[in-house]
């Protein structure tokens, strides 16, 4: 298992922008798949964006295309979320996920609260 730490969440307005950074622990970090999750006040966790180890290939839900990257920087064992044109159905914690496959995240981090005003 990896141990992850979230950042650069915090309040923004419709329209504007957040970059979300993860850091890992772990010398094996490039063989896990990373994910970003989140979760809004009374609703389940979705999934949001992931990227696989070696960075080449990354999937997004729908409500995101176009808007939100992912992209990672394994020299320094970093996991990015890049939100641009953000909605206030944005709002929500969002937590990064480590696995070694697709749907297998066994470790998460504590979350990092954004907030996108009207």
């Known amino acids: 298992q990896v141990q992850l730490v979230e950042s650069g969440g915090g309040l923004v307005q419709a329209g504007g922008s957040l970059r979300l950074s993860c850091a890992a622990s772990?010398?094996?970090?490039?063989?896990?798949?990373m994910a970003w999750f989140r979760q809004a006040a009374g609703k389940d966790r979705e999934f949001v964006a992931r990227?696989?180890?070696?960075?080449?290939?990354?999937d997004y839900t729908n409500s995101v295309k176009g808007r939100f990257t992912v992209s990672r920087d394994n020299a320094k064992n970093m996991v990015y979320l890049q939100m641009n044109s953000l909605k206030p159905e944005d709002t929500a914690v969002y937590y990064c996920?480590?696995?070694?496959?697709?749907?297998?995240?066994?470790?998460w981090g504590q979350g990092t609260q954004v907030t996108v005003s009207s």
């Open positions: 996920a480590a696995g070694s496959r697709p749907g297998a995240y066994g470790s």
């Open positions: 990227i696989r180890g070696s960075g080449g290939i990354t």
């Open positions: 772990g010398r094996t970090f490039d063989m896990y798949f």
